[in-house]
């Protein structure tokens, strides 16, 4: 996962944060859109930690 798709995560939860702020949602609506960017960063972190584990794994193999 690179710096690409980091930013790709961060573009999606702050379109769907930019959705969510539209003033005739009604209150159900804006808690999907906040919900979506939420999931979004779960996504991200969840990747993220995949990488960290890779590095992990990899580091220990070599000592």
């Known amino acids: 996962m690179g710096?690409?798709?980091f930013m790709h995560y961060?573009?999606?939860r702050q379109k769907?944060?930019?959705r969510a702020e539209d003033p005739l949602l009604a209150p159900a609506e804006r808690a999907v859109?906040?919900?979506m960017a939420e999931l979004i960063a779960a996504q991200r972190n969840l990747e993220s930690?995949?990488?960290e584990e890779r590095?992990?794994?990899r580091e220990r193999r070599k000592k």
């Open 3 to 5: 710096i690409y798709d």
């Open 10 to 12: 961060a573009q999606e």
């Open 16 to 18: 769907w944060l930019k």
């Open 33 to 35: 859109f906040i919900a």
């Open 49 to 51: 930690a995949k990488v």
């Open 55 to 57: 590095i992990y794994l």
